[in-house]
């Protein structure tokens, strides 16, 4: 399948030039209050034949060649109408609105009356939804690690001491954890300890979460429980930001901003852990947990139809237990996980009604064990060794297609 990549791409990529300077308005629609990304609202250009829809990550890419001051109307059903002024210079250019916030419109209702009926067990399942922006989670418990904010979210259990959660009494195994699309299979630090600690990813890169509890469709593999998607930060403005943390638990640094004229931007995150160093100034060498982790994003702009990303993300851990007596009896553990992705995101803009994304990704999982122990004593004698190896290397190609049939009708497909 990877033969056809080239010739996939290329088809793609293939734009037809324009008679005239061409530019594009980009953006990401949202809800006011909740945070929550919008699929399906109604963008256009007011006073012109021209319209696209946001995509189901809430995102939107609408192209002109009209030039001068012009008005972007935001409609979806159950929010307030939105009107935006935008300057479009002759040039071409993208021009990115960065988030859009939509109010939700109240209804008064009027007398419900409720009488006997009946219903049908066969009907459409309801999607069970719940998200949190990057404001809600901040001021959350937790805040500096983003899989313990989502349990205390109704229906998630877990424990004071894993990272791991479950919902509705499944098993944690049964739920799809994914970043930017892309799933992540151990997300997490010193799984000796109760199945993990901490998330590999920095909740600092994160622009907002969605948890899904049902109704979920096949596009999400066949997982029992739910999907858990972390959408990272979408850079809006043309400064540049940069923040340095430091806890018991970790030190950090974050930065990020935009180049090449406001068409690329990037995003950088770094974390280490600070418990080995706190146990040693303590004097306690016989337990020394550490990790790290470490993530890179670059998004551009090719044109004004098709954006192309890069994402690295880079997690390990080390445990050593050393622990011996004067006797000569020793027990000795060396742990170390590695986890490490890579993957290459198109997203294309075909139409005002038909958008694809194209993800080709490729990473590795692995978890080295050794330890021994020697035990000498007259009523208990032992001699052990360890020696436990596993990887797993994995690549692939994944593509979505949605089109907007109509008002009525939306289509996803893909493989």
């Known amino acids: 399948m990877i033969r056809f990549l080239p010739l996939?791409?290329?088809?793609?990529?293939?734009?037809?030039?324009?008679?005239?300077?061409?530019?594009?308005?980009?953006?990401?629609?949202?809800?006011?209050?909740?945070?929550?990304?919008?699929?399906?609202?109604?963008?256009?250009?007011?006073?012109?034949?021209?319209?696209?829809?946001?995509?189901?990550?809430?995102?939107?890419?609408?192209?002109?060649?009209?030039?001068?001051?012009?008005?972007?109307?935001?409609?979806?059903?159950?929010?307030?109408?939105?009107?935006?002024?935008?300057?479009?210079?002759?040039?071409?250019?993208?021009?990115?609105?960065?988030?859009?916030?939509?109010?939700?419109?109240?209804?008064?209702?009027?007398?419900?009356?409720?009488?006997?009926?009946?219903?049908?067990?066969?009907?459409?399942?309801?999607?069970?939804?719940?998200?949190?922006?990057?404001?809600?989670?901040?001021?959350?418990?937790?805040?500096?690690?983003?899989?313990?904010?989502?349990?205390?979210?109704?229906?998630?259990?877990?424990?004071?001491?894993?990272?791991?959660?479950?919902?509705?009494?499944?098993?944690?195994?049964?739920?799809?954890?994914?970043?930017?699309?892309?799933?992540?299979?151990?997300?997490?630090?010193?799984?000796?300890?109760?199945?993990?600690?901490?998330?590999?990813?920095?909740?600092?890169?994160?622009?907002?979460?969605?948890?899904?509890?049902?109704?979920?469709s096949a596009a999400y593999g066949n997982r029992l429980s739910g999907v858990f998607n972390m959408r990272t930060k979408h850079i809006a403005d043309d400064q540049r930001h940069a923040s340095v943390g430091l806890s018991v638990m970790n030190g950090r640094f974050y930065t990020d901003g935009k180049f090449a004229k406001n068409k690329g931007s990037y995003l950088f995150s770094a974390r280490r852990s600070m418990l080995d160093l706190l146990f040693r100034l303590g004097g306690f060498t016989e337990s020394l947990p550490s990790f790290y982790d470490g993530m890179f994003k670059v998004e551009y702009a090719l044109n004004a139809k098709h954006s192309l990303s890069l994402h690295l993300l880079q997690a390990g851990d080390k445990l050593a237990i050393r622990d011996s007596d004067e006797l000569g009896n020793f027990d000795r553990n060396d742990t170390q996980y590695g986890n490490s992705y890579g993957w290459l995101t198109l997203k294309s803009y075909l139409s005002p009604k038909l958008s694809a994304r194209s993800l080709l990704y490729a990473g590795r999982v692995s978890h080295d064990r050794n330890g021994a122990f020697h035990k000498y004593e007259p009523s208990d004698k032992g001699d052990f060794a360890l020696a436990d190896k596993r990887l797993y290397n994995f690549y692939g190609l994944k593509q979505d297609w949605s089109w907007q049939a109509s008002n009525h009708y939306f289509l996803n497909a893909g493989f």
Do not use: C
């Open 8 to 216: 996939l791409l290329g088809i793609m990529l293939f734009t037809p030039k324009e008679l005239r300077a061409q530019t594009a308005i980009k953006g990401v629609v949202q809800d006011q209050t909740t945070g929550e990304v919008l699929v399906g609202v109604n963008v256009s250009l007011d006073n012109y034949r021209k319209g696209t829809f946001t995509d189901e990550s809430g995102a939107f890419q609408l192209d002109a060649t009209e030039t001068g001051n012009l008005k972007l109307v935001f409609s979806y059903i159950g929010y307030t109408t939105l009107e935006v002024e935008v300057q479009l210079a002759p040039e071409s250019t993208i021009l990115d609105l960065g988030q859009v916030e939509l109010e939700a419109e109240a209804f008064s209702l009027g007398t419900v009356t409720v009488t006997p009926g009946s219903f049908n067990l066969m009907g459409n399942p309801q999607l069970s939804r719940q998200t949190l922006s990057e404001k809600d989670i901040k001021n959350m418990s937790w805040a500096e690690d983003i899989t313990r904010v989502v349990a205390r979210l109704p229906g998630i259990s877990s424990n004071d001491f894993s990272s791991k959660f479950s919902i509705r009494g499944g098993e944690d195994d049964e739920v799809l954890i994914s970043l930017d699309g892309m799933e992540l299979y151990e997300p997490f630090h010193q799984r000796d300890y109760s199945g993990g600690l901490f998330s590999i990813v920095d909740i600092e890169t994160i622009q907002g979460i969605e948890l899904m509890t049902g109704g979920f």
